[in-house]
């Protein structure tokens, strides 16, 4: 009987070690919607690309629009660049940090959310922090995206209060879900809107209604938000795909989503049983991690009523999913925070949402 307990004493602390010893994962259960099935069955289309442009800008997370015309990027070394209604690519400005969500106020001033330095605002000369990155002794962890309403709050997602930028693949095996979204309106003065999201991510409104929409990366969930309670109801479920930044397109009324990657079934069922995905991260330390899903350019054009009104997919290829999509000079614009230049197609030929 000695020998038996000794064997199950050494059993139950390898377990234990194994579970949550050094190098463990810090596992949530994280409990999702299946893909839809009429999305599914939607899938199979691909869409060739009108163009592929500048392949030696690397890292362009966002393409927003500006109030002079000229449509703005931000790289990963640190430059934002315009592209001028002639075609001309210029640098705009450097925020010496890792640039990621791009918005203008209403007064033309343009704020942006930098992964290693905070939320920032250019002040025509230089870089005025609002609300500076935890290493620079602020709150901000994982300062993503950003929109700026009417009244000029800004609505601002800080994806995790765990990983920071760089460190999302392991916020994904985790189920992490610290994000929150802020509302700041003025430098150093905010509220939290919401929290305990998982990895909140891109955000854009309605000028005409005040809506906000916003990514539940890690859930396949787009939100609906009001800017003043917070309060958020659900308005797609069950996407095919990761969804990362979101556009919102005031000529049709359609909320574009870039998905950088299809959904992992292995992957989703697991979040639903930590104990098991902390036993699975130990194989996965020795075996590296499993073939990821393919990753298309992806994007879906959803209706502020929660109907999948496009699904313009491309064709796939070894460069790395599209982070971004906006909607400009009628073409559809796809990059992505680890890929080269901007991929861009024709608009479907639907016009937008229907009335009603």
């Given at each position: 009987?000695?020998?038996?307990?000794?064997?199950?004493?050494?059993?139950?602390?390898?377990l234990g070690l194994a579970l949550y010893g050094p190098g463990s994962i810090?596992?949530?259960?994280?409990?999702?919607?299946?893909?839809?099935?009429?999305?599914?069955?939607?899938?199979?289309?691909?869409?060739?690309?009108?163009?592929?442009?500048?392949?030696?800008?690397?890292?362009?997370?966002?393409?927003?629009?500006?109030?002079?015309?000229?449509?703005?990027?931000?790289?990963?070394?640190?430059?934002?660049?315009?592209?001028?209604?002639?075609?001309?690519?210029?640098?705009?400005?450097?925020?010496?940090?890792?640039?990621?969500?791009?918005?203008?106020?209403?007064?033309?001033?343009?704020?942006?959310?930098?992964?290693?330095?905070?939320?920032?605002?250019?002040?025509?000369?230089?870089?005025?922090?609002?609300?500076?990155?935890?290493?620079?002794?602020?709150?901000?962890?994982?300062?993503?995206?950003?929109?700026?309403?009417?009244?000029?709050?800004?609505?601002?997602?800080?994806?995790?209060?765990?990983?920071?930028?760089?460190?999302?693949?392991?916020?994904?095996?985790e189920a992490d879900q610290t994000g929150r979204i802020l509302s700041v309106?003025?430098?150093?003065?905010?509220?939290?809107?919401?929290?305990?999201?998982?990895?909140?991510?891109?955000?854009?409104?309605?000028?005409?209604?005040?809506t906000v929409y916003v990514n539940e990366t890690w859930a396949g969930r787009?939100?609906?938000?009001?800017?003043?309670?917070?309060?958020?109801?659900?308005?797609?479920?069950?996407?095919?795909?990761?969804?990362?930044?979101?556009?919102?397109?005031?000529?049709?009324?359609?909320?574009?989503?870039?998905?950088?990657?299809?959904?992992?079934?292995?992957?989703?069922?697991?979040?639903?049983?930590?104990?098991?995905?902390?036993?699975?991260?130990?194989?996965?330390?020795?075996?590296?991690?499993?073939?990821?899903?393919?990753?298309?350019?992806?994007?879906?054009?959803?209706?502020?009523?929660?109907?999948?009104?496009?699904?313009?997919?491309?064709?796939?290829?070894?460069?790395?999913?599209?982070?971004?999509?906006?909607?400009?000079?009628?073409?559809?614009?796809?990059?992505?925070?680890?890929?080269?230049?901007?991929?861009?197609?024709?608009?479907?030929?639907?016009?937008?949402?229907?009335?009603?």
């Amino acid at each position: 009987m000695r020998i038996i307990a000794i064997i199950v004493a050494i059993l139950a602390l390898v377990l234990g070690l194994a579970l949550y010893g050094p190098g463990s994962i810090a596992a949530m259960r994280l409990d999702l919607s299946p893909t839809q099935d009429a999305l599914a069955a939607r899938m199979g289309e691909v869409i060739e690309p009108r163009r592929v442009e500048r392949t030696d800008l690397h890292g362009a997370e966002d393409v927003e629009p500006g109030p002079d015309g000229s449509l703005y990027t931000s790289l990963a070394d640190g430059r934002i660049m315009r592209r001028t209604p002639a075609g001309e690519w210029l640098e705009a400005m450097n925020t010496g940090g890792r640039p990621l969500g791009l918005a203008f106020g209403p007064d033309g001033d343009l704020f942006v959310a930098d992964a290693l330095r905070g939320l920032l605002r250019w002040d025509g000369q230089g870089w005025e922090v609002w609300l500076a990155d935890r290493s620079e002794g602020g709150p901000l962890v994982f300062t993503d995206d950003l929109t700026v309403m009417e009244d000029g709050r800004i609505i601002l997602t800080d994806a995790s209060l765990r990983h920071g930028y760089g460190d999302h693949m392991m916020s994904f095996l985790e189920a992490d879900q610290t994000g929150r979204i802020l509302s700041v309106t003025a430098p150093g003065e905010y509220s939290v809107l919401a929290e305990g999201l998982a990895f909140i991510n891109g955000v854009d409104h309605d000028p005409a209604t005040g809506t906000v929409y916003v990514n539940e990366t890690w859930a396949g969930r787009i939100w609906t938000l009001d800017p003043d309670s917070g309060a958020m109801a659900v308005l797609v479920d069950g996407l095919p795909g990761y969804p990362d930044n979101l556009d919102f397109d005031p000529q049709t009324g359609l909320i574009w989503s870039a998905l950088p990657s299809l959904r992992s079934e292995e992957l989703d069922t697991l979040h639903g049983k930590p104990l098991l995905k902390r036993l699975v991260w130990r194989l996965l330390q020795i075996n590296g991690l499993p073939d990821l899903p393919d990753r298309p350019p992806l994007a879906v054009g959803v209706t502020p009523q929660g109907e999948i009104r496009h699904i313009v997919q491309g064709p796939v290829s070894p460069a790395d999913g599209v982070t971004g999509v906006t909607v400009w000079n009628d073409e559809i614009w796809m990059s992505g925070l680890a890929r080269d230049g901007f991929t861009i197609f024709a608009i479907p030929g639907a016009a937008g949402p229907e009335e009603g």
